[in-house]
Each structure stands twice: as structure tokens, then as C-alpha cells.
């Protein structure tokens, strides 16, 4: 119970210790400077999900971060746990922006970085909101920001894979960007598993090979996201 006050009290203080680096980004964004703020929220935000994981006591491990292509990719990644953000967030090197629930919007601080991160904030009760915001999405892969997408939906809080919701790859093939299929293991120990206790845990993210989405015909389209819940589900495995 100690290390998860303290945790939360890091978190409020650490937010407030960079708010002048969000100021600045501010600026630049006002300025029209967007590449200077594009890279010090990358910077930022990077390092800032780092020392929440490391504050945590967690362990992260990353195989196959070489695979990732350059360019604008789509990051589809299993959802255990709440920590699941920081850690992509902190332990691929690549910047991205999230497609987040829109709850997230009411967390002073964080919701502003992640506007200037391009994280776009979905209603999942809501399906023309929901339609929206895939068309904002996919828009920000197109100008070059890489996106992260949970296509179960919500949270796992365990190991099993859950379904992949209808839908949700067509993201990467409206922006004609390549999927990259990413495993989360051992994130719902950190505080799931605990009653929302945060304890020490060993997580490991698997990069799976990146998935062409231009050319492809009507059924490949169809059995892409099984395919891609497939490679995920073998990531679990390793």
C-alpha cells in the first residue's frame, strides 16, 4: 500500500515538475513550430513513463524493437493492465500517439500532453463518436505519427487474449499503414492482480514482424484481424 501512495503522489509531482516543458510545447505548437514540439513531447513523455515504470519497481523487457519499419506504422497491442500506456509509451523507442478512452480527458496535465502527443480520445458507447475519432486517426497516420491501438477494447486485467472488436484494423488500411503486432505480458501483475495494489512485476513486450496493409484484397482484409489476434496470441507464448 506504501509504494502505491507513493507512487501516485511521484505521479501529480512529476506532472508538475515539467509543466514548464509543456508550456514550452504550448508555444511551439502556437509558434507553428510543430517538428520542435513534436520532438521535445516525444522526449518528455518518454522519459517521464520510464520513471513511473522504474518508480513501480518494474522490469521491462523488449524483444524485436529492430522490425519496427520507419515511417508512420500502427502499433496493435494486446490490454492487461493500466500500466500498459507508460510502459509502449516508455520502452519503444518510436513516438506514438495512443487511441485512448475518452476518460482519460479528465486528468488535468496528462490529457493536455497527450492532445499535443496526436492521442485521439475514443466513446466506445458512442458509435458515431467512435467513427470519428478512427477518421482522426487515421488522419495523423497519414501526416507521419506512428498510432497505438487496444483492439480488445479494454482491459484483459489477466493473461488471456480477449476478442478484437469489428473494425478496429481498418485503421491501418484507410492510412495505408503497416500493423505492427505487439505482446504485452505480465502487465496486469503490477496492479490488476493486486486489487489495484501496485507491486514489482517482470513485463515483456514481444514486437512481432510488420504487416503490409496497402494492396490487399477483400479477404485478406477480412481475416486481418484474426490474423494479427494470432500473432499476438503467439507472442504470449515466447
Not at 506504501?2 to 506532472?15: D, G, N, P, S, V
Not at 519499419?69 to 500498459?84: A, C, I, R, T, Y
Amino acid at each position: 500500500m506504501i509504494r502505491t501512495i507513493l507512487w501516485f503522489i511521484y505521479f501529480w509531482l512529476y506532472l508538475l515538475a515539467i509543466e514548464p516543458s509543456l508550456l514550452k510545447v504550448i508555444r511551439l505548437a502556437k509558434e507553428g513550430k510543430i517538428a520542435e514540439r513534436d520532438k521535445l513531447t516525444a522526449q518528455v513523455a518518454r522519459k517521464w513513463a520510464r520513471s513511473l515504470i522504474r518508480f513501480a519497481g518494474v522490469n521491462v523487457v523488449t524483444t524485436g524493437e529492430e522490425k519496427i519499419p520507419s515511417g508512420p506504422v500502427l502499433f496493435v497491442s494486446n490490454h492487461q493492465g493500466n500500466f500498459d500506456i507508460p510502459i509502449l509509451l516508455g520502452y519503444i523507442n518510436k513516438p506514438k500517439a495512443f487511441i485512448a478512452k475518452i476518460e482519460l480527458l479528465k486528468l488535468p496535465f496528462v490529457s493536455t500532453w497527450m492532445t499535443h502527443m496526436k492521442c485521439v480520445f475514443m466513446d466506445r458507447s458512442d458509435i458515431r463518436q467512435s467513427l470519428k475519432v478512427i477518421n482522426q486517426a487515421a488522419d495523423h497516420l497519414k501526416e507521419g505519427y506512428s498510432m497505438v491501438i487496444f483492439p480488445e477494447g479494454t482491459r484483459s486485467k489477466g493473461a488471456a487474449l480477449g476478442e478484437f472488436k469489428p473494425g478496429s484494423l481498418k485503421l491501418g488500411m484507410k492510412a495505408g499503414v503497416p500493423i505492427v503486432p505487439i505482446s504485452i505480458q505480465g502487465s496486469y501483475k503490477i496492479m490488476e492482480q493486486n486489487g489495484f495494489i501496485i507491486k514489482p512485476a517482470l513485463v515483456k513486450i514481444t514486437i512481432s514482424d510488420p504487416i503490409p496493409t496497402v494492396g490487399l484484397t477483400k479477404d485478406q482484409a477480412a481475416e486481418l484481424p484474426e490474423k494479427v489476434r494470432q500473432i499476438i496470441e503467439q507472442g504470449l507464448l515466447n
